[in-house]
């Protein structure tokens, strides 16, 4: 965790100073032995059309998404990049990636957060997320937190309330 952005200017145009982090990254490593590396700034973009990558690499392959894409790239498809990546001209990396096709209609985060919610107040609906997955996003903060200041791998133990 890192403030990338240090000082900034604020609607008056007055310069200010940063005092939280803007920049995360974590590396997970699941239970099934696949790895993730979870990346979220509002200052620098991994992909250039979203503020939050998650990426999933395990032996099958790999998916890298965001807030509305999806790409994956199976193991059998991983070009050899160490030679050709290397002369000039070399291949585009990028490009040996495949889009996961949308299936279902894409819809604002922030306003299906906001309409549950107020299906839940007028109709008594589910709350979701509900106060179990708050705690549990609450302590993998908490664990990331303790795991870069003991510089260490930290556990996630099992959430009970």
């Not at 403030?3 to 982090?21: H, S």
């Not at 001209?89 to 299906?112: I, K, S, Y």
């Amino acid at each position: 965790m890192a403030t990338a952005i240090p000082e900034r200017v604020d609607e008056q145009g007055r310069l200010y100073a940063v005092d939280v982090e803007d920049t995360s990254h974590a590396l997970l490593q699941l239970s099934g032995g696949a790895v993730g590396v979870i990346t979220n700034s509002w200052a620098m973009r991994l992909r250039p059309d979203d503020t939050i990558v998650v990426q999933i690499d395990g032996t099958l392959g790999s998916a890298v998404a965001g807030r509305f894409r999806c790409f994956t790239q199976a193991a059998a498809n991983t070009p050899e990049a160490f030679f050709g990546a290397a002369r000039p001209g070399g291949m585009g990396l990028a490009e040996q990636w495949q889009e996961v096709p949308d299936t279902l209609p894409t819809a604002n985060p922030f306003q299906q957060c906001w309409e549950a919610f107020l299906r839940h107040v007028a109709e008594d609906a589910p709350c979701m997320p509900t106060l179990v997955e708050g705690a549990k996003a609450v302590q993998l903060a908490d664990l990331a937190y303790r795991s870069v200041a003991d510089g260490r791998w930290m556990a996630v133990p099992e959430l009970h309330l």
